[in-house]
Every structure is written in C-alpha cells, then in structure tokens.
C-alpha cells in the first residue's frame, strides 16, 4: 500500500488528500518532466510539508507529556492531602505547592498549544507578510544614508526622464559567506572587492523608456518598440537579450551626452547590499509584501505570502534599499555586463566588469524574478543567460558616468 510522502500514512491509492496531514496525494510526474522549474518548487515544496509535520509531531507529543504531568500533580494534590490530614500539616502550604505547579504547568501547556496552532496554520494557509525589519538592520541603513546619494535626472523625451542615483565608493564582502541557507558554489569564495563612484538606476528600465529610446537612430542593431510579455508603461521592459539592452545604452548615451552602460556584477551587487551583508537588503529574510517573487515558498523563518505570477509596476513597493534603489529583489533578472565564471577564483577585484572571451558567451544575470523561490533573489544569487536571448523574468537597469 502507498505511503503519504509527507506523514508516511498508508493510503488507498485512489484518494486525492492524505487523511492524516492533508497533503495532496495526485502528483504531476508528467508536468515535473517537462518543466524542471515545476519539479524543483515540487521538492522544495515537499521538504518544507515534511519539516513541518515533523515539527508539529513534535509538539503534540510534548503535549501529551505535560499532560501526563498535569496528572501527576493532580495526584500529588491527593497525596499532600492525605498527607496533611495524617500529619495535622496545614492545608494551606499543600495548596499554594499545588497551585505552583498546576499554574506552571498550565502556562507551558499553553504555551506549546499555541505553537501547535500556529504550525498547523502554517501548513494549511500560511500567513502572508512578516514584520518590519528589526531596529538593528534600520539601524544599519540609516548608517549608510549617512553619505547622501545624489539622485541624476536626465530627459529622454517630454515628460519622460531616465533617473539614477550616484552612490559612493567603497568596499564590500562579494559572494555568500559558508553559513548563508540556499548559497550555491558559484558565490565562492566570499572576498572583498573595492568599487569606484558610480550611477545606477533607480529603477529597473520601463517600457515606455525602452520605446522612446529604441525609437531613436540605429547604431549596431534594431530594437523591438514593444518587446515585453506583460505590457504596461510603468512595468519593467522584458524579453529583452544582452545584446538588445547593449544598443539601448548606446542610443541613450548618443541621445543624453552621458555614457551609459551596464554594471559590472560587482557594482550591482554592491549597489543591491547598500552596506548590508544579510542574504538581502531588508535582512535575513523576505517577505511578498516587500517584493515580487513566488510567495509560495519561504526563505529561513520566512512566511509564504502572495505570487502574482506577472511583473509589476516600478513602484509598487515602497521598500528602496538604503541607496534609494528599488527592486533590487525579484520582478525581473537583472542583466549585468560580465561573461559567466562558475566562481569568483581570479576575479577583480576593483569592482570591474569580468569580460573574458575565453570563458564562454553567457552573460550575468542578477537579482531573480517574479516566478522565482525567494533563495534565488539573494543578494549574492548568481545567474546566466545566452546573450542573444532574452525571456518575460530578465529585463535590466543602467549605469551612468558621473560626468
């Protein structure tokens, strides 16, 4: 007879949910097949129903010990007072003991009662944002708001401008420390890199942005007016490849007189930690109400939240990092100027792009998407990507010279 995979209770085979945890028991071997991404979120899935079930498992035997306590000091209530009665003991002392105890005991009871709750709610309908970030990690931004950014504003077309912030040099630990949870080898190792003065966007690049400057003179290549899957002025542009957004910087710096260009993968990551070294910039966790992503999964001692399952507009959160930088987490994958190394073993560390022809034609790409688990939006998540591809989850955002 079948196993439920979470709870391992005997199931018919023909039933749709496990009795015991509730756990959907169709599984998709055809879908998961076909799409990796599907099997991936399916296991990740699945780990986290199984350390939840053990952990309410957990919970309820250490309520059926305090139970089996509570009844041993109801008798020993019994015992204290026969006891007293024998030995003309007062009664008064027998109680407040028994009291001590019962008072105690029932505070601990309900106090693993409530944990139990709240398990058990987590697996069924997962409660959908976290708290505010802890004073520390405010702290911490207003430390780096202690050296003003300055916001650059350069027009493009009328009533439409192309804004980026100036963000001071510094240093700064690139990759994942051992310790980081979903880390992957390619973030290895964790080394300090130096990173001169530089602009980037404040927001990711839109589509009305993307068709005012891919209407202007062709330099190397033509541009696509409306390239994106999930269509709306003010959403991000998408489906475009590195070599599309290559003749976009060059049209714009033509057009302004200022040379844009990608960032390096250090720059963006740089600019994406804005003095922190948590896995993001608002900590150690992520929350679906601080940016697009699939909210289905968790990230540490995250909760799920929502998964819109499209792009949304730039400034739909209102959580810019301590640089004035927004979404720098999720929406869509970020497009860096770099070739792919598998690790970070002799590169740069002056904050440059990593351009090596001998290492292949894949490109960077930065910052996860709004259809990815909240580990792959990780300050130090790595990606890639054919130069000449582009799909509905990688769109970018510009660097500028200062000058």
């Not at 099997?39 to 952990?55: D, G, H, I, M, S």
């Not at 896995?279 to 909210?295: E, I, K, R």
């Amino acid at each position: 007879m079948p196993q439920c995979p979470v709870c391992q209770t005997k199931v018919d085979g023909q039933i749709d949910r496990c009795p015991s945890c509730s756990w959907d028991l169709q599984a998709l071997p055809f879908l998961m097949g076909l799409m990796p991404e599907i099997a991936q979120k399916e296991t990740v899935r699945l780990e986290w129903a199984k350390q939840t079930w053990n952990a309410v498992k957990l919970h309820v035997s250490q309520l059926q010990h305090l139970q089996r306590q509570l009844q041993e000091s109801r008798d020993r209530e019994q015992h204290l007072q026969a006891q007293a009665l024998q030995q003309n003991a007062t009664w008064a002392e027998a109680l407040r003991e028994r009291e001590t105890i019962v008072v105690y005991l029932q505070d601990q009871f309900a106090q693993l009662q409530s944990k139990q709750d709240l398990l058990i709610h987590t697996l069924d309908t997962p409660p959908a944002s976290l708290p505010i970030p802890p004073s520390s990690l405010l702290a911490k931004r207003n430390e780096v708001l202690a050296h003003p950014s300055s916001l650059l504003v350069d027009p493009i077309a009328e009533n439409i401008s192309l804004e980026t912030i100036a963000l001071p040099g510094g240093n700064f630990w690139m990759g994942s420390p051992d310790t980081e949870a979903e880390r992957d080898m390619n973030e290895s190792p964790h080394h300090k890199v130096v990173v001169a003065p530089c602009a980037l966007g404040k927001f990711l690049v839109t589509q009305i942005q993307w068709r005012v400057v891919a209407a202007l003179p062709k330099i190397n290549r033509s541009l696509s007016l409306y390239p994106s899957n999930f269509e709306g002025d003010n959403r991000p542009v998408e489906q475009v490849s590195w070599y599309d957004v290559i003749e976009f910087c060059d049209r714009l710096s033509a057009h302004t007189g200022h040379l844009y260009r990608l960032p390096s993968e250090a720059e963006w990551e740089y600019a994406c930690r804005a003095g922190t070294t948590t896995p993001f910039y608002f900590g150690d966790t992520l929350t679906s109400d601080q940016a697009n992503y699939d909210g289905n999964y968790t990230y540490g001692n995250g909760l799920s939240g929502a998964y819109r399952q499209e792009t949304t507009p730039i400034e739909t959160f209102q959580t810019p990092n301590a640089f004035g930088l927004y979404d720098m987490h999720g929406n869509v994958w970020e497009w860096c100027a770099d070739h792919w190394h598998e690790n970070y073993e002799n590169a740069p560390v002056n904050g440059q792009a990593w351009q090596d022809e001998d290492s292949g034609t894949y490109r960077i790409l930065r910052g996860g998407a709004w259809y990815c688990l909240p580990g792959l939006c990780r300050s130090a998540q790595r990606h890639w990507n054919q130069p000449d591809t582009g799909g509905s989850g990688i769109g970018f955002r510009v660097a500028r010279s200062l000058k």
